[in-house]
Each structure stands twice: as C-alpha cells, then as structure tokens.
C-alpha cells in the first residue's frame, strides 16, 4: 500500500484501536500505518478489554467501535475518559443515529468517524482527537445539524445568550475550537503562547457548562459563530 499522507513531524500518536471484528481492525490498522505518524500500541475485541487496555498503556487516542460485546463503545468511551485522563476517545462505527452521536459526545467522546469515510479523514481525525481538537465527521455533522429541525431558532438563541456572556477574547477562541483548531493551532493564529490558549478554553468550557470541545463547537455554531 502507497503512503496515504505525509508522517508527521512531531511525535507518533499511540492508538488503542478496539472492534469486534478483527478484518476491521486490519484494515483501520493498515490505514494508519499508511499515515506514518501512528503506532497502534494495542487492540482489543470487546469494550471491557479496551478499558483494561486503555489503563495499561495509556495512548493518545482510544479508536472504539460503538457495537462491541461485554461493554459497548460508548461505556467503554465514558469510563475511558474518566480514568485515563491523558486519553482522548473517538467512536468508529457505521452508525451515525442522533442518539449514538449524543450519547457518545456526553460521555466525554471528542471524534466521530464513520467507517465508511475516507482514508484521509480518518487519519486527520485522529490526528485532531489527538491534539486536543474535535472532530466529526462531515457525514455525521451534517447528520446532527439537519436533526435539529424545528428546535432550531430555539437552540439558536439560547446559544446566542449563552455566548453572549463570553469575553470577546473568549468569544474569538470558542470560534476557533468550532472550526475545529487544536490549541497550538489557535495560539499560532492569535498570537498567544499555548498556556494562555488552554487557560481560555477551560474557561469558554466552564462558562458554557460544556463536557468537551465538540459540545464547545456545537454552541459556536448554533451562536452564528462560524458563518
């Protein structure tokens, strides 16, 4: 297989990559491998496994697949990110059902991936999971966006009051995380040291009384903070 993409210049990220099916872990495997900047430093077969494994070896990213037996991906997700604190979850699966999407996003999930997509987004989600970014897929974004129907304008205006009580500092930075910058990537397009970049986005994150960055970018789009 040719190289899918450059290798990165900075460190290797370590995967833990958990499915049921061991085809799929070979082909996600192989996909990554491609990337050149991965290391996929352990698999399992079933949610309880990955949480042991996630434990152990305490990767970058834990890859999971929502349908898995013993614990499913999405508890496997929650108690990741709850007790390996160093450990960013990202779900892959084919299903992209509104409540699979918030469930996994309330559980402390930073990536959605499909299956189905392509080799590149893949590995550019997990390279953004990794760095501390959010990432869906554009299927499954577009899958949650259309999903809000008539609460819309709802939603709308209670982000907007709901961002209206950021500093316009704050405001400029939650922008950022919904376009799905991680935080070197910020501090690099406003000019500020990567500390002061992580100390606002905890602070848009507490003021907003949000979980995670995808939650964070979810508010910044209802707000019209991206168009």
């Known amino acids: ?54 434990q152990a070896h305490r990767p970058d990213v834990a890859l999971l697949d929502i349908r898995m037996p013993r614990l499913d991906g999405l508890a496997a997700a929650e108690e990741i990110t709850a007790t390996v604190p160093g450990t960013a979850a990202a779900m892959l699966t084919t299903f992209s059902e509104d409540a699979y999407v918030a469930r996994a996003l309330g559980g402390g999930a930073t990536g959605f991936l499909l299956k189905s997509g392509d080799p590149h987004e893949l590995m550019a989600g997990v390279r953004a999971v990794a760095d501390g970014a959010a990432f869906l897929s554009p299927k499954v974004a577009r899958h949650v966006i259309d999903g809000l129907g008539g609460r819309r304008l709802t939603r709308e205006a ?60 979810i508010v910044a789009y209802e707000a019209g903070l991206l168009t």
């Open 158 to 217: 209670a982000a907007r009051q709901r961002v209206a009580a950021l500093t316009p500092r704050e405001r400029e930075v939650l922008g950022l995380v919904g376009a799905g910058l991680s935080n070197p990537e910020i501090a690099d397009r406003l000019h500020l040291v990567e500390g002061t970049v992580k100390a606002y986005v905890s602070a848009v994150l507490e003021r907003l009384e949000v979980k995670n960055r995808v939650q964070a970018a």
């Open 1 to 54: 297989m040719g190289a899918l993409s450059e290798p990165g210049a900075g460190r290797r990220i370590r995967v833990l990559l958990a499915d049921d099916e061991a085809m799929i872990r070979a082909g996600v495997g192989a996909i990554l491998a491609a990337g050149g900047d991965f290391e996929i430093v352990a698999e399992a077969a079933d949610g309880r496994e990955a949480v042991r494994l996630a």
